[in-house]
Nanobody, 122 residues
């Protein structure tokens, strides 16, 4: 299972970014998918997920109403639309997938993409 995340960058507070996570050689049709982030000196935490087996979206309280997780019709790319960014959103963002939604929710998915850095300036 190969994943590649991209789309990070530097943005001013109040701005927006869209992260993408691409699957290579397969689709996400059997996987729950999630975006995690890790700020300097902090643990990696789940910020948004689509729990496919129960058709449910999850958002951390800190991003509700600002971030949206979605996927393309081919189910081989997952996006994280991030609006109204603030400096507290600065982190390395990772995408991850797992057929087992519980592992994703518990921040222990078995398949990770490399991180992409998002920096929000004040």
């Amino acid at each position: 299972v190969q994943l590649q995340a991209f789309g990070g960058g530097l943005v001013q507070a109040g701005g927006f970014l869209r992260l993408s996570c691409a699957a290579y050689g397969y689709t996400f049709s059997r996987y729950s998918v999630g975006w995690f982030r890790q700020a300097p000196g902090k643990e990696r935490t789940l910020v948004a997920a689509f729990l496919r087996s129960i058709n449910t979206y999850y958002y951390a309280d800190s991003v509700k109403g600002r971030f949206t997780i979605s996927e393309n019709s081919g189910q081989d790319t997952v996006y994280l639309q991030m609006n109204d960014l603030n400096p507290e959103d600065t982190a390395v963002y990772y995408c991850a997938v797992d057929p087992n939604r519980t592992l994703l929710i518990r921040s222990s998915p078995r398949n990770w993409g490399q991180g992409t850095l998002v920096t929000v300036s004040s």
